[in-house]
């Protein structure tokens, strides 16, 4: 294990893709499980907390702290029938790549999936376009392999209900408290595809069986650090379509609905200012035929010998839109990593101290709300006079937009406060989430307890049971009390 106490390390280690600083105590780099729960264990004797570190890609500051950083090294990859075994360091675009040449995938694909981790993945919950179709991390994780709180090891996979509610001490617990409140779990969890705010209590139950492993998929490092995850893998499709069309901001809502009708695999929104603004326009201009200033991906996806009647059919569907099709996987890849590359962009355009910044950047409604989603954003960024940014999954009614605000000054941090607090209050009012899928670090704990507040006592005791210091990624998530 290698321990970092070098003043240039640990100052890179204090930032990560939020809008927080915060300089680490120390930080460890550890090539082992043994080498984690040494980690674990030392910074508990030095009364320093823990957070866990994948690739910093994190946008509401998971993985940033005061105490120690931890950071795993380890990046192997076995792939077996149906399944595949990832130590954490392993990056998305590595597994991909490994998972190809057996003809195999793991569907979530993050837009940071160049640079993300698999343990970053699970701590997050990661989803990304195509979740729409095949659904977000927790639904793939079918095991994991954890060092807890207190420098103990444990495996976690799905057992018989009665056998969790006989288990050891922490199982037991944690199943005691989803069966014995599972109504008010289900009734409280929100009305949408995807979601990465509180613990996912809702998910940890399914036909007779405790799944563990799956509540500490989007538990951002809070309840443990993952060493180890088994995921589920799914055939990799045989054929891709992407059909692009343009819309105006007023005729999203019906552009996304008829695509939607394909059953596509992913259903995106690009606003093509991004790109205009950044010079970066020839980035897709070749997709661009219109002044209409978004681009609506729609992707369809299946198993040999379907296409061509497939693509047909759909383009037949929708052709009042008049799409571009596209069926070569050279001009497909080219496409979504021009749609990849919008945060990256975006984050390059300025307004003397005005930057895009997140807060209400990922907001996700019940699928049908997507156009009230829209007026909720619009109408808040323009009566405050914002310029702003709108992309994102618009099939899941997730969507990434981003004012422009100087957070220089306490004017700007209040505007950026005052957004959170009318666009979550708006959102939860529809049954949606303040997080679809990036999470609630450090910048939406403290609002998690106003969304679920029926059954935040129950994370709180979630997290008391597998984290009673409260020493793993403290302020993350669950705002200590």
Same mark, same amino acid.
């Given at each position: 294990?290698?321990? /970092?106490?070098?003043?240039?390390?640990?100052?890179?280690?204090?930032?990560?893709?939020?809008?927080?600083?915060?300089?680490?105590?120390?930080?460890?780099?550890?090539?082992?499980?043994?080498?984690?729960?040494?980690?674990?264990?030392?910074?508990?004797?030095?009364?320093?907390?823990?957070?866990?570190?994948?690739?910093?890609?994190?946008?509401?500051? $998971?993985?940033?702290?005061?105490?120690?950083?931890?950071?795993?090294?380890?990046?192997?990859?076995?792939?077996?029938?149906?399944?595949?075994?990832?130590?954490?360091?392993?990056?998305?675009?590595?597994?991909?790549?490994?998972?190809?040449?057996?003809?195999?995938?793991?569907?979530?694909?993050?837009?940071?999936?160049?640079?993300?981790?698999?343990?970053?993945? /699970?701590?997050?919950?990661?989803?990304?376009?195509?979740?729409?179709?095949?659904?977000?991390?927790?639904?793939?994780?079918?095991?994991?392999?954890?060092?807890?709180?207190?420098?103990?090891?444990?495996?976690?996979?799905?057992?018989?209900?009665?056998?969790?509610?006989?288990?050891?001490?922490?199982?037991?617990?944690?199943?005691?408290?989803?069966?014995?409140?599972?109504?008010?779990?289900?009734?409280?969890?929100?009305?949408?595809?995807?979601?990465?705010?509180?613990?996912?209590?809702?998910?940890?139950?399914?036909?007779?069986?405790?799944?563990?492993?799956?509540?500490?998929?989007?538990?951002?490092?809070?309840?443990?650090?993952?060493?180890?995850?088994?995921?589920?893998?799914?055939?990799?499709?045989?054929?891709?379509?992407?059909?692009?069309?343009?819309?105006?901001?007023?005729?999203?809502?019906?552009?996304?609905?008829?695509?939607?009708?394909?059953?596509?695999?992913?259903?995106?929104?690009?606003?093509?200012?991004?790109?205009?603004?950044?010079?970066?326009?020839?980035?897709?201009?070749?997709?661009?035929?219109?002044?209409?200033?978004?681009?609506?991906?729609?992707?369809?996806?299946?198993?040999?010998?379907?296409?061509?009647?497939?693509?047909?059919?759909?383009?037949?569907?929708?052709?009042?839109?008049?799409?571009?099709?596209?069926?070569?996987?050279?001009?497909?890849?080219?496409?979504?990593?021009?749609?990849?590359?919008?945060?990256?962009?975006?984050?390059?355009?300025?307004?003397?101290?005005?930057?895009?910044?997140?807060?209400?950047?990922?907001?996700?409604?019940?699928?049908?709300?997507?156009?009230?989603?829209?007026?909720?954003?619009?109408?808040?960024?323009?009566?405050?006079?914002?310029?702003?940014?709108?992309?994102?999954?618009?099939?899941?009614?997730?969507?990434?937009?981003?004012?422009?605000?100087?957070?220089?000054? $306490?004017?700007?941090?209040?505007?950026?406060?005052?957004?959170?607090?009318?666009?979550?209050?708006?959102?939860?009012?529809?049954?949606?989430?303040?997080?679809?899928?990036?999470?609630?670090?450090?910048?939406?704990?403290?609002?998690?307890?106003?969304?679920?507040?029926?059954?935040?006592?129950?994370?709180?005791?979630?997290?008391?049971?597998?984290?009673?210091?409260?020493?793993?990624?403290?302020?993350?998530?669950?705002?200590?009390?």
């Amino acid at each position: 294990m290698r321990r /970092v106490i070098s003043d240039a390390e640990l100052a890179t280690l204090s930032r990560d893709a939020g809008i927080y600083a915060i300089a680490p105590a120390r930080a460890y780099v550890a090539g082992s499980e043994e080498e984690v729960a040494q980690a674990v264990r030392e910074a508990a004797a030095s009364g320093l907390a823990v957070t866990p570190r994948g690739g910093g890609t994190s946008i509401p500051s $998971q993985s940033v702290g005061r105490g120690a950083i931890l950071v795993q090294s380890r990046s192997a990859i076995r792939v077996g029938e149906g399944l595949v075994y990832c130590e954490p360091g392993v990056v998305k675009a590595d597994l991909n790549r490994a998972l190809s040449l057996q003809g195999a995938w793991m569907p979530v694909d993050p837009s940071s999936y160049a640079s993300c981790t698999v343990g970053g993945m /699970v701590a997050n919950n990661s989803s990304g376009a195509r979740t729409l179709k095949y659904g977000s991390t927790v639904d793939f994780l079918a095991g994991a392999r954890v060092v807890f709180a207190d420098g103990s090891v444990g495996a976690l996979g799905p057992v018989a209900v009665e056998e969790a509610l006989s288990g050891d001490g922490r199982t037991r617990r944690a199943a005691s408290l989803v069966v014995e409140n599972w109504r008010d779990i289900l009734d409280e969890a929100p009305r949408v595809a995807k979601n990465s705010s509180g613990y996912r209590l809702e998910k940890a139950l399914r036909d007779g069986t405790f799944d563990l492993q799956r509540l500490f998929a989007g538990s951002e490092g809070t309840l443990g650090v993952v060493t180890e995850a088994t995921l589920m893998t799914v055939p990799r499709p045989r054929w891709r379509a992407l059909f692009v069309a343009e819309s105006a901001l007023q005729d999203l809502d019906a552009t996304v609905g008829a695509f939607r009708c394909l059953a596509p695999s992913a259903l995106e929104v690009v606003d093509k200012s991004v790109f205009r603004e950044t010079g970066r326009w020839e980035r897709v201009s070749r997709l661009s035929r219109s002044d209409d200033p978004f681009m609506v991906f729609c992707e369809l996806d299946g198993s040999e010998g379907e296409a061509e009647d497939r693509v047909a059919e759909a383009a037949g569907a929708v052709g009042g839109l008049e799409p571009l099709v596209m069926t070569d996987e050279g001009d497909i890849a080219a496409a979504w990593a021009s749609r990849n590359e919008t945060l990256t962009a975006a984050r390059e355009m300025k307004r003397g101290g005005r930057t895009p910044v997140p807060g209400v950047e990922d907001l996700v409604a019940p699928r049908e709300r997507l156009g009230d989603l829209v007026r909720l954003l619009v109408d808040q960024f323009e009566k405050r006079g914002l310029e702003y940014i709108l992309y994102g999954h618009a099939g899941d009614a997730n969507l990434h937009a981003r004012p422009l605000i100087d957070l220089g000054g $306490q004017a700007g941090m209040k505007t950026n406060e005052e957004l959170m607090e009318e666009c979550f209050e708006g959102v939860w009012k529809m049954g949606g989430s303040m997080t679809g899928e990036h999470g609630d670090g450090m910048l939406r704990a403290r609002f998690v307890r106003r969304q679920y507040p029926r059954t935040y006592h129950l994370m709180e005791e979630l997290k008391e049971t597998f984290d009673p210091k409260w020493a793993m990624n403290p302020m993350v998530k669950i705002a200590r009390p």
